[in-house]
């Protein structure tokens, strides 16, 4: 865990920070027991999850596909906002130019109370039918029916981005203009090596803003970091933003 010197480093780059965005992993919602999408804990039958998440998987057998992340929304479902949800979802209530770019697909953030937010890879609880394109939030777990189905006949589809499958242009795009322009960039839970969505956090690193990294260990992203916090999200998080 970081010193008290380490803290009140990162404490005051928050505090004199006008606009703030935090990008978000799936180290932030390990801390609320959401298994990561690879691990799935090794239960699954014996489908890999890479195997599952394609357009082609679920064009070829879609009641198969549902049924893992019918499987995957029953696991989340129990799974709550810990202090770094929280605590993030605070920080934007005191900064009203603050943002949330998150990698994660649980919704955790959005039960915090995370509002200004930006999900680069879609969100569980979001059912698309793949016919007309309606969109709408659904948290019934079970499913009544695998594979649902949409109000005009067509499948429904979980509302995230598969492998194949471009992030939402509009969404990056907002994402890197608004890590560019901030004024301090937290990078929570995430080695911020994969792109397109590590290239949030190297918008703001090539833009020369200082960057407070936290996460238990050391990762690639390290050297790039102004201050790097070792520790659980939650705990650092809830002593350098605001109560």
Known sequence: MPGEAEIEAGRRL???AGQIVALTGAGIS???GVPTFRGADGLWKTYRPEDLATPEAFRRNPALVWEWYDWR?????AARPNPGHEALARLEKTKPRFTLVTQNVDGLHQLAGSRNLHELHGCLWTLR???CGEEREDRTVPLPAIPPRCACGGLLRPGVVWFGEPLPVETLQASLEEARACDLLLVVGTSAVVYPAAGVAHAAVEAGHPVIEI???ETPFTPHATISLRGRAGEILRRICPP
């Not at 929304?73 to 479902?77: K, Y």
């Open 14 to 16: 928050v505090r004199e």
């Open 30 to 32: 390990a801390e609320s």
């Open 73 to 77: 929304r029953q696991r989340i479902a």
């Open 129 to 131: 039918c793949v016919d």
């Open 215 to 217: 996460n238990p260990d």
